[in-house]
């Protein structure tokens, strides 16, 4: 049971630049979700999904995308990477949509952008 | 789902009880508090959640008023390695749309 698995680590793009994150989880929940971590702040949501088929924007979705083709993996796509992208982001997920469940995280992928 | 305000930063000395305040006053009737943390530059940790009652598990202690307005999380006997930044969050049945603010950093110190 690995949890929730980020893929890449570390990652240095130039402007412009495309790229995938990859989240995948095992333990067969339904919501999972992408959040953004710039130094000293907070937490930001950018997309989530309740079930396969299924994503839906958060606070801050412009120039990300999101597919949820099945339960366990939840990629983010940066279309034409920015510097203003750079950031930490982390993916969560979490048995249920419905309050009642906590998150689980990954360890994050570290965004350059260049 | 409803915001939440938790002081920027609190200090703590080691083996003593950390209590960490939230107020979300704007909470609904089927909204959840739920608590995390996140040590250094790790993925943030869930520590405890709550709907009406206490509630105690093996890493801490949550507190909710009667009126559901605020809560507070208590960390029983502080150690070095309970420094972090502990997020409070609500979420309802969205549970999606959840938010975190900027919590609140707490350092225990020696």
């Known amino acids: 049971n690995a949890g929730v698995t980020q893929t890449p680590k570390f990652q240095v793009l130039k402007t412009g630049q495309s790229m995938t994150l990859q989240c995948a989880q095992d333990?067969?929940?339904?919501?999972m979700s992408w959040y953004r971590q710039d130094p000293g702040m907070g937490l930001r949501l950018i997309h989530y999904?309740?079930?396969?088929?299924?994503?839906d924007q958060g606070e801050v979705p412009n120039g990300y995308n999101v597919s949820r083709s099945t339960t366990e993996d939840f990629p983010l796509r940066l279309l034409s990477a920015a510097p203003s992208q750079t950031s930490v982001y982390f993916c969560?997920?979490?048995?249920?949509?419905?309050?009642?469940?906590?998150?689980?995280f990954g360890s994050g992928t570290r965004l350059t952008v260049v | 789902d409803a915001k939440t305000t938790q002081p920027t930063s609190m200090d703590c000395a080691e083996g003593r009880a950390a209590n960490l305040p939230c107020n979300h006053s704007?909470?609904?009737?089927?909204?959840?508090v739920y608590w995390y943390r996140q040590i250094h530059s790790q993925g943030p940790q869930y520590i405890i959640h709550?709907?009406?009652n206490n509630e105690t598990n093996e890493m801490a202690s949550l507190i909710i008023t009667e009126d559901r307005k605020s809560s507070t999380l208590i960390l029983p006997h502080a150690t070095l390695r309970d420094t972090a930044v502990y997020y409070c969050?609500?979420?309802?049945?969205?549970?999606?749309?959840?938010?975190f603010g900027d919590g609140t950093t707490l350092t225990v110190k020696p």
């Open positions: 969560a997920s979490s048995y249920s949509f419905q309050g009642g469940y906590g998150y689980t």
């Open positions: 333990m067969n929940h339904e919501y």
């Open positions: 999904s309740v079930g396969a088929g299924i994503t």
């Open positions: 704007t909470i609904s009737g089927n909204e959840y």
């Open positions: 709550g709907l009406k």
């Open positions: 969050i609500v979420t309802g049945t969205n549970a999606g749309k959840s938010t």
